[in-house]
């Protein structure tokens, strides 16, 4: 069996995505400490001087607790500078205007969430459905088997192969074990000039669009 394990994402990059498609279970780990350097709060997009992040402000009170009990600082102004960096970096994208209505709305909703991974899981299942795709997933916390240490797990659950979170060194708990998902990463048509890996599936979204199953057939 091949197990991905990863912490909650809201738009995971090709690396994580193809982790989850070529896996037998996808584990997203909400038990893990949530950690500043990790991809459960931000993504990236393609700015004017490159890789760019977007974020979601958490609250400090929370950054010591597991993921999902994190809480989104909604005290904050962030959501409007969320969607302009959107549309600033992506208007001209072949795709952005086919979703740029719908997803600035479903971005308006965020101001509904209480919990980061509440929003992860919902805005992770948007981009699925605009994409086309489908991925199942477990909590670790859902599974009796889970144990934090990943090669105990890996154990308990009887895993040939272990997937974990791309570049996750530095915040996640990782696995002599894990291998790479992907050797090389696919490219795709991507606005600007020089093409940037490691983007989240947000960049895959208005480049691409409709299109993207091509690049998922990569993945697998």
């Known amino acids: 069996m091949r197990l991905a394990l990863l912490q909650p994402q809201f738009a995971p990059n090709l690396y994580d995505l193809s982790a989850m498609l070529k896996a037998d279970l996808v584990v997203w780990n909400d038990l893990e400490q949530w950690h500043r350097k990790g991809r459960t709060h931000r993504a990236t997009i393609k700015g004017e001087q490159g890789e760019q992040w977007i974020n979601i402000p958490v609250m400090t009170e929370d950054r010591k607790k597991p993921i999902r009990e994190v809480r989104i600082d909604q005290e904050e102004e962030w ?121 989240s599936l947000l960049d895959l979204l208005f480049n691409e669009g409709k299109e993207s199953f091509r690049v998922f057939e990569k993945l697998t």
């Not at 971005?107 to 992860?120: G, S, V």
């Not at 890996?154 to 915040?171: C, D, M, P, W």
């Open 79 to 199: 959501i409007e500078p969320f969607w302009n960096a959107l549309h600033h970096n992506y208007s001209e994208a072949t795709w952005y205007d086919f979703f740029a209505e719908e997803l600035e709305s479903d971005i308006q909703k965020f101001a509904d969430f209480e919990k980061l991974i509440n929003l992860n899981t919902w805005f992770f299942g948007r981009l699925m459905k605009y994409l086309e795709f489908n991925v199942d997933y477990k909590f670790a916390s859902q599974i009796p088997e889970f144990e934090p240490n990943p090669d105990v797990f890996v154990e308990n659950i009887k895993a040939g192969t272990l997937f974990q979170e791309h570049g996750s060194r530095h915040y996640q708990w990782r696995s002599d074990a894990a291998v790479d998902p992907i050797e090389k990463h696919p490219t795709y048509s991507q606005i600007g000039d020089d093409f940037l890996s490691e983007l």
